[in-house]
């Protein structure tokens, strides 16, 4: 096994120790692969994502996984040129709605966006939908993932649609998640996607990029 | 009868494991959705709560309900505005549209367990409380005390904004009147405590795999105080020990079970050996612990948002009490006969054999989380469909079926710089009565009491 696919399989099993001591050597032999070191982190994320997906992990490996990534950027990023991280799937939005404070799980689900390819825009938390609209427009985005936790979330995300609508973005894909969100509040709310797991909410955006 | 006498008796034969009339069924109105029903802005109803009285009062009236359908504010719900704001408040803070919450913070470091331990109450006074409020600042005491007690003030003002409209309905003869006094109480588990208010989340989950002894071990030195924390002062069945649980289905079952549940399971055997029901908080998907759940003392009652009904009804319907499940999503975007089937088809699953109090899967913030006219429709189909033809027989198993006995280590707390010693107050005040021993007593808990508040 080279070390690229030790290094995966390293972070896939969050084993902190293995991941750390892989990124040295790459650093201490010049720093040379420290892009194909990225992309093997990268890909161990995705693993995560996927036993996260299977119920083998929880939303805490999650986080921890994060700040291996985290951990991994910071080692890496000496010799990585042009930004550590790679944006080939375009830039999204994403944010916690208006009336909602709670930031988690839309941190988790940023870094798994990231780690995956995704040039994503934090708005932040508390944030109205006419800040949401405005933000699309300027930046021309084409995907908007909104998070809650409060059930009052759900009202506002209805409303952070209309709002897309009714300043003419209807072409924009809106996906929701968080624990108020379910089935039927993705019907009510009008979003094009809801799910409340980082990896699915990867493979939706992914499959809105083609 | 009045209305209350029958609402009493079948309250007290639910919680004497005897099937009632039908299934239990309260709403619960919060402010926010007072103060949306009454059309005022919810930083000016903030203000000032007792300008939703009157419209309390009707709100109220417009539907059925066991117990009167809203409670008056305390530090906990919502949280006070002005109080929290006056202490400088890190962990709670208003969002643009006036709702208070908890954003994650984090105001200890991993390096600071031992310290914790060594003495909780020293720690969270000293430490904890000035990086929690800004206002309390130890290097300003004057400045400290100004804040403590003008937001002391205000919450004894706030506690009380809306008691006219709650014992006005209270003592109309029409609601249930609730269990006896002092058999509620509430508390936390000790290491949802520890990440829900010290490390924070992202702090927590990372001591999980680096520090994870330190924190078994402080969550036993915090045990005492927790646990002494939810006791209440006159146990019985129709009260309860509110336990809001937080963190296992977020972790690992290992961590589940080796960090958080050995406390917990401590906490909760001697709350049933002392007679005390608890009540305990249950969001997320539990159903990798259904089998651990169960083991849970006899008649806890168990408030879910989700999980397959006939499952959970199955594994936990015949030892505990289940509440919630029911979904708000109809509440917000059905039709009113949508809801009435929506009741029938729970009542059906999770009613039989008792064991079941109606209540929503998530709880409505904002009027506009719900159709009013379903959530009225909701509790007009509940007393229709949840209606038993075997009221009267047994069911369930009663609080302490196991028969278990009260850890004594955790009614004495450690020795603490804040703690209080009656034989140095005693030498400094050589001619005070014995009979005061008892009233320092209750101060000293009284100080603990507030303490813990600020960091619950």
Not at chain 1, 171 to 185: C, N
Not at chain 2, 224 to 234: C, D, E, N, S
């Amino acid at each position: 096994m080279s070390d690229f696919e030790r290094l995966k399989a390293a972070m896939g099993d969050l084993n902190e120790d293995i991941v750390t001591e892989l990124l040295n050597h790459v650093m201490e032999a010049g720093g040379d692969e420290a892009g194909k070191a990225m992309d093997a982190c990268s890909e161990g994320m995705n693993i995560v994502g996927e036993l996260f997906q299977k119920g083998e992990y929880f939303v805490g490996d999650l986080i921890y996984a994060g700040e291996l990534m985290q951990q991994a950027v910071e080692i890496l990023s000496p010799a990585l040129t042009g930004g550590a991280e790679q944006s080939d799937c375009g830039k999204m939005i994403m944010c916690t709605v208006e009336g909602d404070l709670h930031d988690i799980g839309k941190n988790i689900c940023i870094s798994m966006l990231r780690a995956s390819g995704f040039d994503v825009l934090d708005l932040g938390i508390d944030v109205p939908a006419d800040t949401i609209v405005e933000e699309t427009k300027k930046n021309d985005i084409k995907i908007v993932a909104l998070s809650g936790v409060l059930t009052l979330a759900v009202t506002a995300m209805q409303k952070t649609v209309e709002a897309l609508k009714v300043a003419g973005l209807d072409d924009v894909k809106v996906i929701i998640g968080g624990s108020p969100v379910t089935e039927e509040a993705c019907r009510q709310v009008g979003a094009d996607a809801w799910c409340n797991n980082p990896q699915k909410t990867v493979e939706i955006c992914k499959s809105w990029v083609g | 009868m009045r209305r209350a006498d029958y609402l009493n008796k079948l309250y007290h034969d639910f919680y004497n494991n005897i099937i009632p009339d039908r299934v239990p069924s309260s709403r619960l109105l919060t402010p926010y959705m007072i103060g949306d029903y009454a059309g005022i802005d919810l930083k000016d109803m903030q203000a000032d709560f007792s300008i939703l009285n009157e419209k309390a009062k009707e709100l109220a009236k417009l539907m059925r309900s066991d117990a009167v359908p809203f409670y008056p504010v305390s530090y906990m719900d919502p949280r006070p505005e002005k109080f929290y704001e006056l202490l400088g408040s890190k962990q709670f803070a208003m969002s643009q549209m006036g709702v208070m919450q908890h954003p994650e913070i984090s105001v200890m470091e991993d390096s600071e367990y031992g310290e914790l331990a060594d003495d909780p109450m020293k720690f969270i006074v000293e430490k904890i409380l000035p990086r929690l409020y800004k206002n309390i600042d130890w290097s300003e005491p004057g400045k400290a005390m100004q804040a403590i007690l003008m937001a002391k003030a205000s919450l004894a003002e706030d506690e009380n904004a809306l008691m006219p409209a709650f014992m006005e309905l209270f003592a109309s003869g029409e609601y249930y009147e609730g269990p006896p006094m002092g058999s509620n109480a509430s508390t936390s588990v000790p290491a949802d405590f520890i990440a829900d208010m010290l490390r924070g989340f992202k702090g927590f989950i990372l001591d999980l795999r680096k520090h994870r002894s330190e924190i078994q071990e402080t969550c036993e030195k915090l045990l005492p105080y927790l646990f002494i924390r939810g006791l209440p002062v006159a146990p019985d069945p129709e009260g309860s020990t509110v336990i809001p649980v937080h963190m296992p289905t977020y972790i690992r079952q290992k961590d589940f079970e080796e960090v958080w549940l050995p406390t917990f399971l401590k906490m909760a055997r001697s709350y049933a050996a002392c007679g005390v029901r608890m009540w305990l908080g249950l969001g997320g998907d539990y159903t990798r612990y259904l089998d651990i759940l169960q083991d849970f003392p006899a008649g806890t009652i168990m408030y879910m948002d989700q999980g397959d009904l006939r499952l959970l009804k199955d594994k936990l319907g015949g030892k505990h009490i289940l509440t919630g499940l029911f979904p708000i999503d109809v509440l917000r975007g059905g039709t009113e006969e949508e809801v009435r089937d929506t009741v029938k088809k729970y009542l059906d699953i999770l009613a039989p054999g008792g064991g079941y109090v109606f209540d929503i899967d998530r709880a409505p913030m904002r009027l506009d989380d719900v159709k009013l006219e379903n959530y009225i429709a909701m509790a007009e189909a509940v007393e229709e469909y949840g209606k038993y033809e075997n009221a009267g027989q047994p069911f369930g198993q009663k609080l302490n079926n196991e028969g278990y006995v009260v850890d004594q280590s955790l009614l004495r707390l450690p020795p603490s710089k804040y703690g209080f010693d009656w034989e140095t107050y005693k030498k400094e005040h050589p001619f005070a009565s014995e009979a005061l021993r008892a009233k320092m007593e209750q101060y000293d808990g009284d100080f603990r009491t507030l303490i813990f508040d600020l960091v619950i």
